[in-house]
């Protein structure tokens, strides 16, 4: 037994160390049907793991109904719905491609996408562009103005984009994201430090690149309106870090957490690609005014790829803003949640420190034998969607990822260890 274990704790070494050692790059926004040819003609990429049409939740049923008018694939919603539950779409994790997605996460051909190469390892990920806020798709909504939006995403926002960082040669993230933490930003519910510093680096380029001065003026009044615009760059950048994690022999480290409105699941590196899933909790949390939790839908995207990386609830305590939005309490109570996760990760990040903490790095690589042995779940921030279709977000809140993931995986791993 005394083998197995420092084998575990030599594969956790290493997973920590491959996480520490990568370097993601902004580079470019393409087509998603350029940077993933395997997202074809009506298959559609969605957050969290499998999810069959009949089981999917309400904001999710409306996403992809918004999703395939969008792609033209259905003449309106109805008609859309209609082709859904015949089985005329493909429905993929948005995993299976190495990409992610805000809650409903929904990924289809013509969307452009964020691509983040870990210079490290040379491997890529891929991630759409963060809407903005108020009724949008990554909630559920799918109205005309959603769909308009998703347009202007499409033929504006993402070739101005693409061009400014190829123009640059792309923009490295983890000093951007140590100032961010500097800045009161935790990268989940928090990105306003992030997005402005992100701003700042794409203007130079995007004022080379961009000849239409209304264009340009624009597309910046559209970063600088949306406090939220980094998030998504910082999912992709959790993918791009995550990825040469997988598959160490022994790891018990988790490589992926995300969920669909159904289900939650998590992946670990010693278990290959496997899903492990349980039913997803509800958050708890602050909801704006006219809603209440009766209104909330489960929690849901690919967005816990952050906390994989010790960000998020993770550093709850870079930014005492969030916990009075999210519902979390004080900036005390936040520093005790990046405490307490400390207690089920292997070790801290020495480039993503918290002041408020005398410079503690981020708790960093989620340790499923540490959550079992402490009964400590991740902490995660999240918005909340209403549960029907087509209205949007409702509030915001922390959510535990359920214990039997861990369980599960856990299992799963002794098993492959010879010790189950």
Request: hydrophobic content about 45%.
């Amino acid at each position: 037994m005394n083998d197995v274990v420092e084998a575990v704790e030599g594969a956790n070494a290493e997973a920590l160390a491959r996480m520490l050692a990568g370097d993601p790059v902004l580079v470019d926004v393409v087509g998603a049907g350029e940077a993933i040819p395997a997202l074809g003609e009506k298959v559609i990429g969605h957050a969290g793991p499998p999810v069959a049409w009949r089981e999917m939740c309400g904001p999710m049923r409306g996403a992809v109904a918004g999703i395939a008018v969008f792609e033209g694939w259905a003449r309106d919603l109805a008609d859309a719905e209609q082709r859904a539950a015949a089985g005329d779409f493909t429905f993929r994790p948005n995993h299976d491609f190495d990409a992610v997605g805000p809650m409903t996460g929904m990924t289809t051909r013509s969307q452009p996408l964020l691509v983040v190469e870990n210079r490290a390892f040379g491997n890529r990920a891929y991630c759409t562009i963060n809407e903005g806020l108020g009724k949008v798709m990554r909630f559920g909504g799918n109205d005309g103005e959603v769909l308009a939006r998703l347009a202007w995403l499409r033929t504006r926002l993402g070739p101005a984009l693409g061009a400014a960082l190829r123009d640059q040669g792309g923009i490295p993230l983890k000093g951007l994201v140590a100032r961010g933490l500097t800045m009161g930003d935790e990268m989940h519910q928090r990105n306003v430090g992030c997005t402005g510093l992100l701003l700042r680096a794409l203007a130079p380029a995007l004022a080379r690149t961009c000849p239409d001065r209304e264009a340009l003026a624009e597309i910046l009044a559209f970063i600088a309106g949306n406090d939220q615009f980094f998030l998504n760059v910082a999912m992709v950048m959790g993918k791009a870090i995550m990825d040469p994690v997988r598959n160490i022999d022994g790891a018990s480290v988790v490589t992926a957490m995300c969920r669909n409105g159904t289900d939650f699941a998590i992946r670990v590196s010693g278990t290959g690609d496997d899903w492990f899933t349980a039913p997803v909790e509800m958050p708890e949390g602050l909801y704006f005014p006219g809603f209440t939790a009766a209104d909330a839908n489960p929690d849901m995207g690919d967005s816990t790829i952050v906390e994989t990386v010790g960000l998020g609830g993770f550093a709850m305590a870079a930014a005492p803003a969030v916990a009075g939005f999210v519902g979390a309490g004080s900036a005390s109570e936040a520093a005790l949640t990046t405490r307490a996760m400390s207690e089920i990760t292997v070790g801290h990040n020495p480039e993503w420190t918290i002041p408020a903490l005398d410079y503690l790095g981020v708790p960093s690589g989620i340790d499923i034998r540490r959550v079992l042995e402490t009964g400590l779940a991740p902490t995660i921030n999240t918005g909340i969607a209403h549960r029907e279709p087509g209205i949007g977000q409702v509030g915001a809140g922390v959510v535990r990822a359920p214990m039997a993931c861990f369980a599960d995986a856990a299992r799963a791993l002794g098993h492959r260890l010879g010790v189950s």
